[in-house]
């Protein structure tokens, strides 16, 4: 997900550990294709890489760091072993009560509290660091149809949990786990049919309704 707003960059790095998610899941197979590439490449260029990869975050009570973005990458880097990166701050909301902030956060859609099944969650069930966010297949499903070429990035907020959403309708999970390489033919079939047409980064039609 991307997004485009004006940013403060934050010289000194923050712990990873310290970064709390806006999300409840994540796809561990994109965390997985992520950690891949950071190690092919950290010897070479990494600290290049981070210095050029700030992470987007709101700082909320407490004077919390509230990840809004680029939760994959930043729980790749955390679970290969990566203590610090730099931070653009979005917004400074430290001076909010804890519901008005929330509240701020999810009237700019900044928050994301849905589980593995796509049920919205309370704002107090959003996991306390990145280690806790839980794999949702359907994610992990998406993210994978996109690097296919199924759809286009889309700087829409959150548009790989829309296409989840999406293939939830149409794909079961037991399908995913158990056949993934058909599921992803499939997923990537659905993505350019017709019925798809609404979601960010839609590259058909192509003449396939996806059925």
């Known amino acids: 997900m991307a997004m485009a707003h004006s940013i403060e960059p934050i010289l000194n790095p923050v712990a990873l ?19 891949h590439a950071w190690r092919a490449r950290q ?16 700082i909320g009570p407490g004077g919390s760091y509230w990840l809004i973005d680029h939760h994959h990458l930043a729980r790749a880097l955390m679970d290969e072993g990566v203590e610090e990166v730099l931070v653009a701050v979005i917004a400074k ?11 701020f956060m999810d009237s700019h859609n900044w928050l994301h509290p849905y589980d593995a099944e796509g049920r919205r969650r309370d704002w107090d069930e959003l996991p306390r660091h990145l280690g806790k966010m839980t794999d949702d297949p ?11 070429g199924g759809y286009a990035k889309s700087p829409a907020p959150y548009s790989e ?10 794909i079961t999970r037991a ?7 058909k599921s992803l033919d499939k997923g990537i079939r659905l993505a350019r049919g017709k019925a798809a047409a609404y979601l960010p980064g839609y590259s058909g039609p192509n003449g396939d309704d996806g059925d």
Do not use: N
Request: net charge positive.
């Open 161 to 170: 949990f829309l296409w989840a959403d999406f293939f939830r309708d149409r």
């Open 138 to 148: 359907y994610r992990s499903l998406a993210g994978e149809v996109r690097e296919a």
């Open 43 to 58: 010897e070479r260029d990494g600290g290049r890489f981070l210095g050029h990869h700030m992470i987007p975050a709101v």
């Open 175 to 181: 399908r995913i786990e158990d056949h993934f390489e």
């Open 93 to 103: 909301l430290s001076q909010l009560p804890r519901k008005r902030f929330f509240a």
């Open 17 to 35: 550990k310290s970064l709390r998610p806006t999300q409840i899941t994540v796809g561990l197979r994109e965390v997985t294709r992520k950690r």
